[in-house]
């Protein structure tokens, strides 16, 4: 349960102590300005993530609740929030980008555009996230398409990034090595179990060894990682 929080965000960037504002990027549903056709997702694929989005959203209502006795007090503010504190040491700046289309994804849109309906997180012969060929799904081209598409949007920032840390899923990988190609060998690029995707009856969520990662994303620093 400590995961739902960030089960749509996968990977982040940090930039200490400049400014106050907390943005959100949702690489899946991302469209350049000449309207990319490439890039844009049917009307099935974004009805289907509407209907999922929901099912996240009640984890993290009960994520909420079991934080709230913790001693550790986060506050986060909408970059445009009047009532933000002003810079300083305690305060940094995060950018939550969405991984780009993935394989599963891809498989679910095509599943239910043609009318098959499953229940989330149960293993059943209709649920294509349990398809054991898209453990680990990676990106297909039209997510790594929406991830360039984010390049020109990062590359703008006032202030880059100074850390950036990723979900030690393929698709997640994928998307942050494209979206922050600029900044590789710059700074650090962590991976780090706690970003990732929640665990359970789909194989798209479970990961490859942390050996095959590394040999695919030496860009990436895994020694957070166990195995």
Same mark, same amino acid.
């Not at 469209?31 to 509407?50: C, G, P």
């Not at 986060?74 to 939550?96: E, M, Q, R, S």
């Not at 095509?110 to 680990?136: C, H, Q, R, V």
């Given at each position: 349960?400590?995961?739902?929080?960030? =089960?749509?965000?996968?990977?982040?960037?940090?930039?200490?102590?400049?400014t106050r504002a907390v943005s959100y990027v949702p690489s899946r549903m991302a469209i350049d300005k000449n309207n990319n056709v490439a890039a844009a997702h049917s009307d099935a694929a974004i009805a289907l993530a509407k209907?999922?989005?929901?099912?996240?959203?009640?984890? *993290?209502?009960?994520?909420?609740?079991? *934080?709230?006795?913790?001693?550790?007090?986060?506050?986060?503010? =909408?970059?445009?929030?009047a009532n933000a504190p002003p810079d300083g040491p305690n305060v940094k700046t995060l950018h939550f980008v969405r991984h780009g289309q993935g394989f599963h994804n891809l498989m679910a849109d095509i599943a239910n555009a043609?009318?098959?309906?499953?229940?989330?997180?149960?293993?059943?012969?209709?649920?294509?996230?349990?398809?054991?060929?898209?453990?680990?799904?990676?990106?297909?081209? /039209?997510?790594?398409?929406?991830?360039?598409?984010?390049?020109?949007?990062?590359?703008? %920032?006032?202030?880059?990034?100074?850390?950036?840390?990723?979900?030690?899923?393929?698709?997640?990988?994928?998307?942050?090595?494209?979206?922050?190609?600029?900044?590789?060998?710059?700074?650090?690029?962590?991976?780090?179990?706690?970003?990732?995707?929640?665990?359970?009856?789909?194989?798209?969520?479970?990961?490859?060894?942390?050996?095959?990662?590394? /040999?695919? %994303?030496? *860009?990436?620093?895994?020694?957070?990682?166990?195995?």
């Amino acid at each position: 349960r400590q995961q739902v929080l960030l =089960a749509n965000l996968l990977l982040f960037s940090v930039v200490q102590g400049k400014t106050r504002a907390v943005s959100y990027v949702p690489s899946r549903m991302a469209i350049d300005k000449n309207n990319n056709v490439a890039a844009a997702h049917s009307d099935a694929a974004i009805a289907l993530a509407k209907k999922e989005s929901a099912q996240h959203l009640r984890g *993290m209502s009960e994520l909420y609740e079991a *934080m709230r006795g913790q001693q550790l007090t986060v506050k986060a503010y =909408a970059i445009d929030d009047a009532n933000a504190p002003p810079d300083g040491p305690n305060v940094k700046t995060l950018h939550f980008v969405r991984h780009g289309q993935g394989f599963h994804n891809l498989m679910a849109d095509i599943a239910n555009a043609s009318g098959t309906t499953w229940e989330n997180f149960k293993n059943t012969p209709a649920n294509p996230y349990t398809m054991p060929e898209i453990l680990d799904a990676p990106l297909t081209e /039209k997510g790594r398409q929406q991830a360039l598409i984010l390049q020109p949007q990062v590359r703008a %920032f006032d202030v880059q990034p100074d850390l950036i840390v990723f979900s030690p899923n393929c698709r997640a990988l994928q998307t942050g090595a494209i979206v922050f190609e600029h900044l590789i060998g710059k700074i650090p690029f962590v991976a780090h179990e706690m970003v990732r995707e929640e665990c359970g009856v789909h194989s798209c969520d479970k990961r490859r060894p942390k050996s095959r990662q590394e /040999k695919e %994303f030496p *860009m990436i620093d895994f020694s957070l990682i166990e195995t």
